[in-house]
């Protein structure tokens, strides 16, 4: 089984057969955590990747298929502009879940996300094409590629990278 990861608390894992057969999402696991600021007394939830679900679904995908499983995960980072809070935020996502793949001792490999897209012909045709355009032309491409997979809502866009990643890192690796 091929595992396509799209990081983050909004993020899915995509998972397909080595033919490409087999197709199923499953959105990222996460949990809420409550924060306290000293200076205003205000307390918050944040979401975060919770790393023991990540583990049971994991092995729950491995189990199925009896062999071990090929990760490839989008390495993020943080766009310019985005505050030290989000980066913290990024790294922490990206650590945690490959936290998770080393105790499991499962191999993976990081790209960056123009390696896949440019596969896939999904960047900037221009300078006035929005983020929204290439999200919905990624989640059009994963129906041509995978028309039962569960990509119904203009939310499931993450889901369609997840497995336009594992795709990817099947055609490629």
């Known amino acids: 089984m091929i595992v396509g990861i799209d990081p983050g608390v909004t993020?899915?894992?995509?998972?397909?057969?080595?033919?490409?057969d087999y197709v199923d999402v499953i959105d990222m696991p996460v949990m809420s955590t409550l924060t306290n600021f000293k200076k205003t007394g205000n307390r918050k939830t944040k979401k975060k990747v919770?790393?023991?679900?990540?583990?049971?679904?994991?092995?729950?995908?491995?189990?199925?298929?009896?062999r071990q499983l090929k990760v490839f995960m989008e390495m993020q980072a943080p766009m310019p502009g985005q505050g030290s809070n989000s980066g913290f935020s990024i790294g922490h996502t990206l650590g945690t879940i490959e936290g998770v793949l080393q105790a499991l001792s499962i191999t993976y490999h990081l790209f960056s996300p123009m390696d896949w897209k440019k596969y896939f012909k999904l960047t900037r045709k221009n300078k006035e094409e929005t983020i929204t355009v290439i999200k919905e032309r990624s989640m059009m491409l994963v129906?041509?590629?995978?028309?039962?997979a569960p990509i119904e809502l203009k939310k499931h866009h993450n889901r369609a990278e997840a497995l336009l990643i594992a795709t990817y890192g099947r055609i490629t690796y």
Request: hydrophobic share 30%; glycine share 12%.
């Open 50 to 66: 919770d790393g023991s679900e990540l583990r049971s679904i994991l092995l729950e995908i491995q189990s199925k298929s009896n």
């Open 143 to 148: 129906r041509q590629l995978h028309p039962n």
């Open 11 to 20: 993020g899915a894992l995509g998972v397909i057969d080595r033919y490409g």
